[in-house]
């Protein structure tokens, strides 16, 4: 595997911030990206980096530190719609997508 | 349209069987993947076609046979299964290398096969 590394659950409370975090033992790869699924369902793409820094798109960011070996997803004023499963993913050579092992995000009121 | 259509989205299914298992999506990509994927686990990428070539087969055991007839249709072919493959196969796409673009992946429902 890509040793892709992430917590397996966490809970936090509605209008609040979280943050996720994904770690990795691997290099070589063109892009990071963030994907939710909730149960059931197929996974839908949030965000992604190429670069290191913050990507913010909305209530979602992602951010990318390469010589860490770590990136995040962040998700401000959590609605309970976000209880989902948030998977990152390695991108290499543009079509090689390796998934790490998701982090449950429960949202409570 | 923006969709990855999966068929069927149920399947059950005895060890000495053949099935399929079907996608297509009309966004004019040009790479399309099978993941398959059990309960509570991350996405495993089985295959990968590029531009309707086989670009990685990721040592999937010959019980899988993927095809892709054309650019919009990306089949699975299933033959002497085991129990253990039975798991929820999520086919999905990407835009390709040749124009710049995001790349990320948009995935079906997928088919959830059972076997027995």
């Known amino acids: 595997g890509q040793n892709i590394d992430q917590p397996t659950e966490m809970t936090a409370t509605e209008g609040a911030i979280v943050q996720i975090n994904c770690t990795y033992q691997?290099?070589?790869?063109?892009?990071l990206f963030w994907y939710q699924q909730h149960a059931g369902e197929a996974p839908t793409f949030l965000s992604y980096n190429v670069l290191d820094g913050l990507e913010e798109k909305g209530r979602f960011s992602s951010f990318l530190s390469r010589s860490k070996g770590y990136s995040y997803l962040l998700l401000k004023e959590l609605q309970m719609k976000d209880s989902a499963s948030y998977l990152c993913?390695?991108?290499?050579?543009?079509?090689?997508?390796?998934f790490g092992s998701g982090t449950k995000l429960n949202v409570k009121p | 349209d923006t969709e990855v259509t999966q068929t069927p989205k149920h399947l059950v299914m005895g060890m000495t069987n053949k099935k399929s298992l079907k996608c297509e999506q009309h966004m004019g990509h040009r790479a399309m993947y099978w993941y398959k994927q059990k309960a509570k686990k991350p996405p495993e990428l089985m295959f990968v076609?590029?531009?309707?070539?086989?670009?990685i087969n990721e040592s999937v055991p010959s019980r899988f046979s993927p095809e892709c007839p054309n650019s919009s249709l990306l089949n699975l072919h299933l033959h002497a299964l085991q129990p253990e493959d039975s798991a929820l196969y999520l086919c999905?796409?990407?835009?390709?290398?040749?124009?710049?673009?995001?790349?990320?992946?948009?995935f079906g429902e997928g088919s959830r096969l059972t076997v027995l």
């Open positions: 999905a796409s990407s835009r390709g290398v040749a124009v710049p673009n995001t790349g990320e992946l948009f």
């Open positions: 691997t290099s070589g790869f063109n892009g």
């Open positions: 076609y590029s531009y309707e070539k086989l670009s």
């Open positions: 993913a390695l991108r290499y050579n543009f079509n090689k997508f390796y």
